[in-house]
């Protein structure tokens, strides 16, 4: 089993910053990608940004150009940097691991982390 610890929420200003972090309990095998989803509430859980085991990313269109995706394998981390952001960004963020098996895919999550966006 795989435990994933996000840091890095809070509550910021419309035009700020914040990163957020997530840190695997250990190495994984057979890792395909990482990253992060939101849920506003009422809504469903929506993919902000992936980052797969090439280094490849992918955004979601509301993030393009103002979020950024990094990974550092060394410490079985990914993180998400978050500029200019906006009081519809507000939501609990998700980290998501995915890990090839042989059965399959697996996919773990993290507990999330309250990002709220005030005007």
């Known amino acids: 089993q795989v435990q994933l610890v996000e840091s890095g929420g809070g509550l910021v200003q419309a035009g700020g910053s914040l990163r957020l972090s997530c840190a695997a309990s250990?190495?994984?095998?057979?890792?395909?990608?990482m990253g992060w989803y939101r849920q506003a509430p009422g809504n469903q859980r929506d993919m902000v940004a992936v980052?797969?085991?090439?280094?490849?990313?992918n955004y979601a269109d509301s993030v393009k150009g103002r979020f950024t995706i990094s990974s550092d394998t060394a410490k079985n981390t990914v993180y998400l940097q978050m500029s200019s952001l906006k009081p519809e960004d507000t939501a609990v963020y998700y980290c998501?691991?995915?890990?090839?098996?042989?059965?399959?895919?697996?996919?773990?999550w993290g507990q999330g982390t309250q990002v709220t966006v005030s005007s």
């Open positions: 998501n691991l995915q890990q090839r098996g042989v059965v399959g895919i697996s996919d773990y």
């Open positions: 980052i797969d085991s090439g280094g490849r990313t």
């Open positions: 250990r190495s994984i095998l057979g890792l395909r990608a």
